[in-house]
T-cell receptor, first 112, second 112 residues
Framework: SQKIEQNSEALNIQEGKTATLTCNYT??????LQWYRQDPGRGPVFLLLIRENEKEKRKERLKVTFDTTLKQSLFHITASQPADSATYLCALHAGNNRKLIWGLGTSLAVNP | KAGVTQTPRYLIKTRGQQVTLSCSPISGHRSVSWYQQTPGQGLQFLFE???????NKGNFPGRFSGRQFSNSRSEMNVSTLELGDSALYLCASSLDSGGEQFFGPGTRLTVL
């Protein structure tokens, strides 16, 4: 069956370190993948989109990689700050109907 | 540019009742998607409307329905409410299907 998996366990890191979150998928050939941030009780906020022909995308302290052979995307936050604490969601664009398929998200806590 | 708005923000209903939620997308966005979010299930796709037509549908029972008006505003309706329908209902708009999603603040529905 088609699946998207993100680290189910919360990630705790120290301020200043790099946080790395994983999004794995099976049985998809996504045209692109998106990453969102969600704070408690609020809607997700778009962060980055990476296409299948792009290996890496950067935006300020954020970096996303996309390996279609491994069927994996990695999301990095460098020089992490307590304000980066949130849940991070990945979403795949799957199929000709342009539907977005969402992972369950990974909770990140950055400790001062 | 004004963001996505959802009304009401909070709602308390009893089992068996019905509810209508409203979403106003960002001006110029023709795609509106609805999601249900619960702690255990993550973000579950309900349906997507594009130019007044349902383009995609998730795996929810027929009690969940929606529509989109000519000004792109959208409503979703849940009939015969069940306790399990208690959730955060999120609406997202985008220029096109599967594109960057702009989420509203959500409607918190509690079914007693």
């Amino acid at each position: 069956s088609q699946k998207i998996e993100q680290n189910s366990e919360a990630l705790n890191i120290q301020e200043g370190k790099t946080a790395t979150l994983t999004c794995n998928y099976t049985n998809y050939s996504p045209a692109y993948l998106q990453w969102y941030r969600q704070d408690p009780g609020r809607g997700p906020v778009f962060l980055l989109l990476i296409r299948e022909n792009e290996k890496e995308k950067r935006k300020e302290r954020l970096k996303v990689t996309f390996d279609t052979t491994l069927k994996q995307s990695l999301f990095h936050i460098t020089a992490s700050q307590p304000a980066d604490s949130a849940t991070y969601l990945c979403a795949l664009h799957a199929g000709n109907n342009r539907k977005l398929i969402w992972g369950l998200g990974t909770s990140l806590a950055v400790n001062p | 540019k004004a963001g996505v708005t959802q009304t009401p923000r909070y709602l308390i209903k009893t089992r068996g009742q019905q509810v209508t939620l409203s979403c106003s997308p960002i001006s110029g966005h023709r795609s509106v998607s609805w999601y249900q979010q619960t702690p255990g299930q993550g973000l579950q796709f309900l349906f997507e409307y594009f130019s007044e037509t349902q383009r995609n549908k998730g795996n929810f029972p027929g009690r969940f329905s929606g529509r989109q008006f000519s000004n792109s505003r959208s409503e979703m309706n849940v009939s015969t409410l069940e306790l399990g329908d208690s959730a955060l209902y999120l609406c997202a708009s985008s220029l096109d299907s599967g594109g960057e999603q702009f989420f509203g603040p959500g409607t918190r529905l509690t079914v007693l």
